[in-house]
């Protein structure tokens, strides 16, 4: 599936700027993943994200910003993820659904992501945590493969390769490997300490996150750490943009490589992952650390 420049433009945004707002609409799953860092799952509460919240954070910005649907499985609730589809439509500002893809062989919720939702990018999650039938998520590429409009992506946690991933190499679709977040039902996973402090020297998931509850986190980030506010509504997302986020990685990126450059580096555990290996992760020496932190600018 080849990118178009304006999902090129997204993933830049997302990725390199930064200006990127994940709306945690709901904490509730239609699955329990053994490894979930949100501890999702079908008996959590039933929570939506307010639209009062959503208006607050759509008067403050603008296209220069992404957005995130994201859960828990979004799909559960899409009257609120129409909601938040159509502010971004309004606003010219590109978007993400963040899903499991339960719904890839749903007539009804595909026709209103088609239709209604239409979001810039679809990422579904393909990995051996995911207790998703794989013929569901082939059925949901099946469906977008020749949709010019919208991109479909996956993302893999690091390590845990999905044992059907090869009947989705035809699609040529772009994989992103995450590492996990020692948070939640993660943590007994996690091989290596990945907790993420608040003095970040860059981390591919940073942006914000912003939960149900109106709190506020870096998207690496859980409820044991990197806190930045109790109550979005009362923050300016700006504000906290122009205080977190100043300092752009210094590594050159071209359009048709974008994912596969991307590595980030996590200044707590000392930890360097490659996005497009899903096997390495690097533990730094201090000196190759106190190099590498010469080249990119702390913020704190
Ligand atoms: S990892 Fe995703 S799909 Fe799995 S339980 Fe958590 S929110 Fe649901």
């Not at 910005?61 to 309004?90: Q, R, S």
């Not at 590109?94 to 890839?104: A, I, R, S």
């Not at 992952?273 to 020496?285: A, F, G, H, I, R």
């Amino acid at each position: 599936m080849l990118m178009t420049n304006q999902q090129m433009d997204f993933f830049l945004k997302k990725i390199v700027d930064k200006k990127n707002i994940m709306l945690t609409i709901t904490e509730k799953c239609n699955i329990k993943c053994a490894h979930c860092n949100k501890s999702s799952s079908p008996e959590n509460s039933g929570e939506v994200m307010s639209k009062k919240t959503i208006n607050y954070i759509f008067n403050q910005i603008n296209n220069e910003w992404t957005v995130d649907i994201f859960g828990g499985e979004p799909m559960l609730y899409p009257d609120t993820a129409i909601y938040i589809a159509k502010k971004c439509h309004e606003k010219n500002i590109m978007f993400e659904l963040l899903t499991n893809g339960f719904w890839g062989s749903d007539r009804k919720l595909i026709k209103l992501v088609k239709e209604k939702i239409k979001p810039t990018v679809i990422n579904f999650s393909l990995d051996s945590f995911h207790n998703i039938d794989y013929k569901i998520l082939i059925n949901l590429v099946e469906e977008f493969k020749d949709n010019k409009d919208i991109i479909i992506t996956f993302t893999t946690v690091i390590g845990h390769l999905h044992p059907k991933s090869d009947e989705f190499k035809k699609y040529n679709i772009t994989n992103i490997y995450d590492p996990l977040i020692n948070t939640g039902r993660s943590e007994k996973y996690c091989k290596y300490s990945i907790i993420r402090g608040p003095k970040i020297i860059w981390c591919g998931v940073l942006g914000f996150d912003v939960r149900v509850d109106n709190s506020l986190y870096f998207q690496c980030a859980n409820k044991n750490g990197c806190k930045i506010s109790n109550n979005i509504l009362k923050e300016n997302i700006n504000k906290i943009y122009n205080k977190y986020v100043f300092n752009i990685p210094k590594f050159k990126i071209s359009r048709n490589q974008i994912i596969p450059n991307i590595y980030s580096i996590c200044e707590q555990s000392k930890l360097y992952y490659k996005w497009n290996d899903p096997t390495y992760v690097e533990k730094l020496s201090d000196e190759k650390y106190e190099k590498l932190k010469k080249n990119w600018i702390m913020d704190s």
